[in-house]
Nanobody, 124 residues
Framework: QVQLVESGGRLVQAGGSLRLSCAASGRTFSSYVMGWFRQAPEKEREFVAA????????YYANSVKGRFTISRDNAKNTVYLQINNLKPEDTAVYYCAAAGAGLPSSRPSSYEYWGQGTQVTVSS
């Protein structure tokens, strides 16, 4: 069992930056693929980024390439999402997710564990 807790979301102005964190419980965190997704009001959950256990394989949604950076610190059981040059369309609840096996995936169904989410609101 893995429990995930996101933090770092807040209200920011367009053009600003944020770093979201996702702290995981469990001794096997380092073996999990970790992903970030987001869901805006009245929209479906959208893939953002994913990273394999070592950080050697990273996958981004086209819509966030160049502005978002996913990373992980296995010693701290934490995965991060750095977001630069925030835009109003980045407003959403951001979720982290964990998958026990496989390659980084954009499919929500690939992930077994989900956090509660953290709200990011970008004002124009």
């Amino acid at each position: 069992q893995v429990q995930l807790v996101e933090s770092g979301g807040r209200l920011v102005q367009a053009g600003g930056s944020l770093r979201l964190s996702c702290a995981a419980s469990g001794r096997t965190f380092s073996s999990y693929v970790m992903g970030w997704f987001r869901q805006a009001p009245e929209k479906e959950r959208e893939f953002v980024a994913a990273i394999n256990w070592s950080g050697s394989s990273i996958y981004y949604a086209n819509s966030v390439k160049g502005r978002f950076t996913i990373s992980r610190d296995n010693a701290k059981n934490t995965v991060y999402l750095q977001i630069n040059n925030l835009k109003p369309e980045d407003t959403a609840v951001y979720y982290c997710a964990a998958a026990g096996a496989g390659l980084p995936s954009s499919r929500p169904s690939s992930y077994e564990y989900w956090g509660q989410g953290t709200q990011v609101t970008v004002s124009s």
